[in-house]
């Protein structure tokens, strides 16, 4: 719960504290800073002290990361420099000679081993802390929920009361039997247990420890042989008991609570009962118990009949678990966070409260994300969570939530679309929650991981409103994806031939609707600097289907402009310009070039200079034709309006330059110089920086001073560079030294 407590007090709208960013660089490039023993395991490379907190915090972190092994958990092995104290290895990889080896010469306070790897049992890690006497003798508290025990057969030579300091242990969904529990009860200074979900049969051992046992939780006990009368017989001689859970999610008809209830002066100390999940409760019962008891701060009531009266709302000083209210409700969720069962009842109730939340609760997100942390391969669990985490980020909610919950939930959602692919409505919630522009715009996420899964959703579905939503998340991500990721989604065959699919059943249909926007800007981003993605296109009838597109609709300037956008990067494409030398094409490009949309001018434009930049011996037409059309464009392009705003994003300059260089047909250098003279006046910072990274500057000074360069090209060409001036001097940002432009597509 040390970790679930630190993730909920965590303020993310504040930048993440320093030591955590360095703590999380450290984990994540450890062999950076070490070098191998030879039996595989890692050493730092020079003898650093860390503090004796920050040991134990890179550790912890080292675990909840999944990055703790039998290699990386090596560096703990020296005791000097790295003293740990209160060792969390939750869920972590490592072997019994690798947590002997690192972490038993130390002189630890706690161990909370919970969930690790089953190749570490419990009878492994009494053995190693059996090495070191101090351990024997300081060590207070042991996690090792969910550990495996030694087979019955085997004998077991460590045993729990060797720990004689341990005022705190957990076995909670341990194969724990009642022999252990004899032992476990002979511990001298025992104040807290946890035997949920164990094999145990007969709490009678409990007895021994009824002078100083202070919280004892019995979550689900399932295989308990004692009648209620017998149970209740030994729990009420507990004289100094302040906490006691009974709760059980598995809906068991005993009616053990009810008569603890209803038993006068039972456990005069309690402060804190759960009896969540059990039949009988009613709310007189709970309030005259509590009556009878003025210190008791916590009720747990989900689950059951209890909890709907004034007295039992939470909102005092008596905390309460129940579905009354949303204060019971976020109290289950922050309490429960490791019980599957109460977490899923908890998110049952929540989601009916989230429909008509008007009001970011960043609060109520983080208690959520806390419940698909924690049970990721649960689908209930996941099916609610994803459902109330639409409704807490829906539309302008997600505006009010921190970027670094928002990217934390949706690598979730992510996650939980990868376990569960085939689930519909589970894909159909996280789709909805990710398609939300705040998300899929400002917040960090594995952006190449979702798109490839929203893919693989719409490939295997047809509903129309989903494949709207699924199209427009991929058009989004595809173009914040690098050039790389974008070729390695678009080389994938079967995604271009679905969003083909999709165009062609729009055209046949002659509907222009959202999902046919975003399916072509989709496509477009996708073949993007992709000659991979561009053959897709090409060799699945793409520019057949595009050409039908634009006969289609003739005066849909939105569609046109996404459809010759594609066909641009088709034409950046040297080796596919055979592919679009056809009469009839360039043809309806001519035409296209003439609108009055600028633009819808400006790429057909771009298509026609790329086709004719590769000098007349590649080109396969009449020369005539190819003539009329360089003059065309140089004619259309001068009488262009400047537009009022960034009408393209580029992700580099790459495919202008080689067009910069054909100095015997102006009209193809104009193109180039006019779409980065464009783009630069409109948005300088991001414009100015790329192009003199991309060795612009000096392209663009051989261009203003070559002898054959048009009089129109030399004019943008200088405007182009006063804009770099304008921007070096405003940034600072040095000219490279060398061009690291790319040679022209073939």
């Known amino acids: 719960m040390a970790m679930a407590r630190s993730f909920l007090t965590a303020d993310d709208s504040s930048p993440a504290a320093l030591t955590d960013l360095c703590l999380t660089y450290v984990s994540q490039n450890l062999e950076c800073f070490c070098v191998k023993r030879p039996d595989g395991s890692l050493r730092f490379r020079e003898a650093v002290l860390f503090p004796q907190e920050l040991a134990d915090q890179l550790l912890a972190k080292m675990a909840s990361e999944g990055l703790l092994n039998d290699s990386s958990v090596g560096v703990f092995r020296n005791c000097e420099y790295l003293r740990l104290r209160r060792a969390c290895i939750r869920t972590a990889r490592i072997s019994a000679e690798a947590f002997q080896k690192a972490l038993c010469p130390h002189r630890l306070l706690e161990l909370d081993a919970a969930r690790v790897n089953a190749d570490l049992t419990i009878p492994d890690i009494l053995q190693g802390l059996a090495t070191n006497k101090y351990c024997q003798e300081t060590l207070q508290r042991l996690v090792l929920t969910g550990l495996t025990m030694s087979s019955l057969e085997e004998p077991i030579q460590y045993r729990f009361s060797s720990l004689q300091a341990l005022r705190s242990l957990s076995l909670a969904n341990v194969d724990f039997y009642d022999s252990g529990l004899v032992d476990v009860c002979s511990l001298p200074r025992l104040e807290s247990l946890d035997l949920s979900n164990t094999s145990v049969t007969n709490l009678s051992p409990l007895l021994g420890l009824k002078e100083r046992l202070r919280s004892l939780t019995l979550h689900q006990l399932k295989r308990l042989e004692m009648s209620t009368a017998q149970l209740l017989g030994v729990i009420g001689q507990l004289e100094v008991l302040q906490h006691l859970d009974i709760s059980d999610d598995k809906q068991f008809t005993s009616d053990v609570a009810r008569q603890l209830l209803g038993q006068p002066g039972i456990l005069p100390a309690l402060v804190s009962l759960d009896v969540s999940g059990r039949k009988q409760v009613t709310d007189a019962a709970v309030k005259a118990f509590v009556e009878e008891r003025p210190g008791m701060t916590f009720m747990g009531l989900l689950a059951t009949d209890a909890g709907f009266s004034d007295f039992l709302s939470g909102e005092g000083n008596l905390k309460v678990t129940g579905e009354a209210n949303e204060t019971q409700i976020c109290e289950a969720l922050r309490r429960y966070s490791e019980r599957e069962g109460f977490v899923r009842e908890a998110l049952f109730h929540l989601f009916s409260l989230t429909h008509v939340m008007e009001k970011p609760r960043p609060d109520i997100l983080k208690l959520v994300v806390l419940g698909m942390k924690n049970h990721p391969a649960t689908l ?367």
């Not at 250098?669 to 414009?687: D, G, P």
């Open 380 to 746: 209930n669990v996941q099916l609610a969570a994803s459902a109330c985490v639409f409704n807490l980020t829906k539309q302008d909610l997600a505006a009010g939530m921190p970027v670094r919950l928002l990217s934390t939930v949706t690598q979730l959602l992510l996650e939980a679309m990868r376990t569960f692919p085939n689930h519909q409505q589970l894909q159909k919630n996280c789709l909805l929650s990710l398609c939300s522009d705040r998300i899929l715009q400002e917040v960090p996420f594995n952006r190449f991981e979702a798109a490839k899964l929203v893919m693989q959703w719409l490939c295997n579905h047809e509903d129309q409103n989903m494949q709207r939503m699924a199209v427009a998340i991929i058009s989004i991500l595809a173009a914040k994806l690098s050039t790389e990721q974008t070729a390695q989604l678009g080389a994938e065959l079967f995604i271009v031939k679905q969003l083909l699919h999709i165009v062609r059943q729009k055209a046949s249909q002659g509907i222009v609707d959202a999902t046919l926007k975003f399916t072509l800007s989709a496509l477009w981003n996708l073949t993007d600097e992709s000659p991979t993605t561009c053959r897709h296109f090409i060799e699945n009838q793409g520019l057949d289907l595009f050409i039908k597109v634009l006969e289609s609709f003739p005066s849909e300037s939105s569609i046109q402009q996404k459809v010759l956008g594609l066909l641009n990067n088709i034409a950046e494409v040297g080796e596919l310009h055979g592919e679009l030398m056809v009469q009839g094409f360039l043809e309806h490009i001519r035409t296209l070039l003439h609108s009055q949309e600028v633009e819808v001018s400006y790429f057909a434009a771009g298509i026609l200079a790329h086709l004719t930049s590769r000098g007349e011996e590649a080109w396969v037409l009449s020369s005539n034709l190819r003539t009329s059309l360089l003059e065309q464009l140089h004619d259309v392009i001068m009488k262009w309006p400047p537009p009022d705003c960034e009408m393209v994003a580029y992700r580099s300059f790459n495919p202008f330059f080689p067009l910069l260089e054909c100095f015997h047909t102006p009209g193809v250098q104009l193109w180039a110089a006019w779409a980065m003279q464009h783009v630069c006046s409109k948005n300088a910072a991001r414009y100015c920086s790329m192009l003199l990274e991309e060795g612009g500057l000096h392209q663009l000074e051989l261009v203003h001073t070559h002898p054959q360069t048009h009089t129109d090209v030399k004019l943008l060409a200088k405007s182009i560079l006063e804009s770099l001036q304008n921007h070096r001097a405003r940034t600072g940002q040095p000219a490279p030294t060398h061009t690291s432009r790319r040679t022209p597509p073939q």
